[in-house]
């Protein structure tokens, strides 16, 4: 094997438990390692370079890079990924600052905006002005090379947009094709058919934040758009790839097993385990 994704975390930004929340799964949560989930990432390693690479820098980075350094040991971080500028996504960054870990130009890939924000706003700035990090611009729909092994190729997605553009990817080893969405509002403003797309790659993990629509009594749904898992899995019942749901807010029925989960089975569509590993070739 020589290029592998490792899934290094199957929640919304918040994480399981969310600060505050004592719900069905945040509260077993809180004593029960194994009802822990982290935020939404991906792994990626290159075996014949030996290098490895995050897709977003979580609130949950320290403990996702020392997992990533002992289930490839032989592959040190080379560089993050980043898809957008909401909290699950960018701010695990804090740790590579002089404060912390200290890193010497990590290449950093993000979206020209995403870039923007990082170089305009404390302290993200300061990564750059002491060059812990270097930004390196990616371009929607140009491919990207990690290494000789592993392409990237960035897709601009429909997703709130406060502070920067949201990113989904195509990780290409040398056999096999996987596609990485942790959010998106809704499938159908995206420019690709979801199924005919899905179709064409080996394996998709895709944002299923919300199961279906009354699991967040209070808060309006039209605020935070995401596809329900229940339409994500109509739409791809039965096609021929590994399809995976990640991103599950904290009280979605998915995080544990149960009649929601049998639901999606039968559909031939599973939830994401962390530390679950494809082989890209
Ligand atoms: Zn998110
Ligand atoms: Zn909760
Ligand atoms: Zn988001």
Redesign the pocket.
Known sequence: MTVEAILLGTA??GGVPQAGCYCANCGPARTDQTRRKL??CLGLADHATRQSWLIDATPDFREQLHVLHSLVPDCPLAGVVL??A????YTGLIHLGREAWSTRDLPVYTSPRMASFLCDNAPWSQLVALGNIKLRLLTPGSDAQLSPNLHLTPLSVPHRDEFSDTLAFVARGPTRRLFYC??IDTWDRWEHELRRFVAGMDVALL?A?FFSADELPGRDLGQIPHPLATDTADRLAGVNCDVRLI?LNHGNPLHRSGPEWDWLAARGIGVGAFGERWRLG
């Open positions: 919304q930004d935020v939404a898809t957008h909401h909290i699950g996504h942790p959010d944002d934040t991103h």
